[in-house]
């Protein structure tokens, strides 16, 4: 089992940051690919960002791409996802996810999820 903690959501206002965490603990974090998703109300859960285990390749949703940037430390066993110019359509709640392997975009490839965190951007 992994267990997967986010924080470091809010309420902030349109043109402004935040950067998000997820702690991971149980078993090892190693080898896993993360994701970020997210899911505003009445919509789908839809993919952010995902970062292989290396760090070294990222992936993200076309949409997001420049504003969004996914990152990891491995020996915190923590991934991050900052975002700037942030619009009221971010407005949603935030997950991590974490993949054996390769992280894809579909969330069927991952197999623990946190419970997200509340990202409010007003106008």
């Known amino acids: 089992q992994v267990q997967l903690v986010e924080s470091g959501g809010g309420l902030v206002q349109a043109g402004g940051s935040l950067r998000l965490s997820c702690a991971a603990s149980?078993?090892?974090?190693?080898?896993?690919?993360m994701g970020w998703f997210r899911q505003a109300p009445g919509k789908e859960r839809e993919f952010v960002a995902a970062i292989r285990w290396s760090g070294s390749i990222t992936y993200y949703a076309d949409s997001l791409k420049g504003r969004f940037t996914i990152s990891r430390d491995n020996a915190k066993n923590t991934v991050y996802l900052q975002m700037n110019s942030l619009k009221p359509e971010d407005t949603a709640v935030y997950y991590c996810?974490?993949?054996?392997?390769?992280?894809?975009?579909?969330?069927?490839?991952?197999?623990?999820w946190g419970r997200g965190t509340q990202v409010t951007v007003s106008s």
């Open positions: 149980g078993r090892t974090f190693s080898g896993y690919g």
């Open positions: 996810a974490a993949a054996p392997g390769l992280p894809g975009l579909s969330i069927s490839q991952y197999d623990y």
